[in-house]
């Protein structure tokens, strides 16, 4: 997953704003994200079939949930009978990035209210997440362009999932099939619009990999390598900007 950002986001120049074309212009621009999007929503729908899950109850989590990260491995921990602890800690941990998330994207979420600051905050994913703070940083004010993202990002993601719970019974993937890399590459993408030219940002994500990467061949159970590789990267990041701001 993408690790926590660093802080310092640009502010907007002028008067945040809230249009219909910032928000058409969110979801032309989310459209070349669906490529690495809908492979994963797959995985997670053929997944959601394995495990015995109604098209009805994949679709209303999909719907509700909206986190492929925590559906994958709410999947992935699912037993009989539930261990409803431990999926819930699970997904928290995965989930608590999207309060960092908020912080950097507060010049645009402090001026929204209503619908449109929670329906903005209800689809905020990695993905909307890391385009809006370019965004954010090329000096864009228009606060619909993040809503714009999430929406079409959501609906793609329903129907990845919706199909491949259709497709679930009929299709039996291997282990390591090149499938179950789309979402790895996804949000590999993503680091890119997040790197600010320097050096130093490189850092933080190198030693978030390896200690990730070290915890899980420790034999951890999960999420604990995945929060360690999360906690560490933070840590290196939020040490680093404090001695550049000294």
């Known amino acids: 997953m993408a690790e926590a950002p660093a802080p310092g986001a640009a502010a907007p120049r002028g008067p945040v704003v809230f249009t219909r074309a910032g928000i058409w212009r969110g979801v032309r621009t989310a459209l070349p994200l669906w490529i690495g999007l809908l492979p994963f929503g797959l995985v997670v729908g053929v997944l959601s079939a394995g495990k015995g899950l109604t098209l009805a109850e994949t679709a209303l989590m999909s719907m509700i949930v909206y986190a492929g990260a925590s559906q994958l ?10 261990p409803i602890l431990a999926v819930t800690l699970a997904a928290a941990v995965v989930n608590i990035r999207l309060a960092p998330m908020g912080a950097a994207l507060a010049p645009w979420l402090d001026k929204l209210r209503g619908l449109r600051l929670w329906g903005t ?14 965004e954010q940083r090329a000096g864009g004010r228009d606060a619909g362009y993040l809503l714009g993202i999430g929406l079409s990002l959501w609906f793609a993601w329903q129907m990845a999932t919706i199909g491949g719970h259709v497709l679930g019974n009929s299709v039996a ?7 179950f890399f789309g979402g790895i590459a996804a949000f590999s993408g993503l680091l890119v619009p997040l790197w600010r030219g320097a050096r130093r940002d490189l850092a933080p ?6 200690v990730a990467v070290a915890a899980q061949r420790l034999g951890l159970p999960q999420p604990l390598p995945l929060l360690c590789g999360a906690l560490s990267g933070a840590a290196l990041a939020a040490w680093l900007e404090g001695r550049a701001a000294r």
């Open 205 to 210: 994500w190198a030693l978030a990999g390896a």
């Open 73 to 82: 491995l709410a999947l992935e921990l699912w037993a009989d009978p539930a």
């Open 121 to 134: 905050l209800a689809t905020l994913v990695d993905h909307s997440f890391a385009l809006g703070v370019a």
């Open 173 to 179: 993937l291997p282990p390591g099939h090149p499938l």
